[in-house]
C-alpha cells in the first residue's frame, strides 16, 4: 500500500537519516520525525505504523519505490 507522505514529513525523515548515517541523530530531530508520523497517521486515519514503514523506505531505499 502506498502512502502519499507530505513533503515535510519525507524531508524531516531525510535530515533524521542524514543525522543517523553522520552517527549524531539529535533528540530535537527524532521528536520531530515522531510527532509528524503521528499527527500524519492520525489526520489520515492510518495505523502510525504503516506511515513510519512507509516514510523509511522511501528515504532510505528510493530505488525500491521507483520500481
Known sequence: MAIDLPPDLIE???SAWA????GGLTVPT???VHE???AFAEQA??????VEMGLKKIVRHPAA???
Open 36 to 38: 509528524g508520523i503521528a
Open 30 to 32: 527524532a521528536l520531530a
Open 45 to 50: 486515519k492510518l495505523p502510525r505504523l504503516d
Open 12 to 14: 524531516l525523515e531525510r
Open 65 to 67: 519505490e521507483a520500481a
Open 19 to 22: 543525522e543517523i548515517q553522520a
